[in-house]
């Protein structure tokens, strides 16, 4: 194992503040120094493969080592080049699709890989369906599906509920009003861990950063920072609170 440190952190909110949609400069200069002297940063968002590229496009953010992206269903490197893609088996989509568009979810989408789309559950119409109800229950598998409903309680709820009648396929994060889903298994704690691992970077010197439900899990297993507006079940496992990333990375240069 090497001495080197990793910084794994989530993308909306913790590294890219909003609603300016930009990265703070000192946070830049921060990254910059901490991967000049050998250590490793990753992203770990629960965006998808395409808005991760338009995120770190639209804000100029390519300093990092790899990024894992549908809360750590599928990695790329700083070229965009898949290192991995986790897939859930297809079978059980029939009654997934059955069961968002039971409880009024606004919209369904999935990822094969590196493509998305949205399902046709009848939801909100302003996330018009790329494939029939019908199409995407003859999915052979799937890399991840996120829904979305009208508030956060509600998604909090849906995503419970998920995670009992299919956790077996599925790993329910909630993301605000949204529940991202990754396979059975992964999550963003699972991102950590194989960057880690990746990396050839001991477990007890990888640090994790997040500002949302989806972020707990790589916060509570490591050395985990929450933005100090995060809700209360994040704050509560993390180690520190911070308002911007270079704090976390300005403690570690001192050390």
Known sequence: MTDRILLASDFDSTLCHWPQGIVDDRDRAAIRRFREAGNRFAVVTGRT???????????????????FCLSGAL???SNGKVIYDRRAD???LSDIIDYFRRTGARYLAYDIGTESGFIDIGGDPDFPPTVSADEARRFESFTSLNAGYPDADTAKERAAEIGRLFGNVLTPLQNNIAIDMPPAGVNKAYAATYAAEMFGIARERVYTAGDNYNDISMVAEF?????EYGPQELLCVAERKISLLHEVIDDIMQN
Request: charged share 15%; with cysteine.
């Open 49 to 67: 493969y395409q808005n991760a590229l338009w995120g770190f496009d639209g804000t100029d953010f390519h300093d990092m080592d790899a990024c």
């Open 75 to 77: 990695c790329f490197d």
């Open 90 to 92: 297809g079978a059980a």
């Open 223 to 227: 050395h985990g920072c929450a933005m």
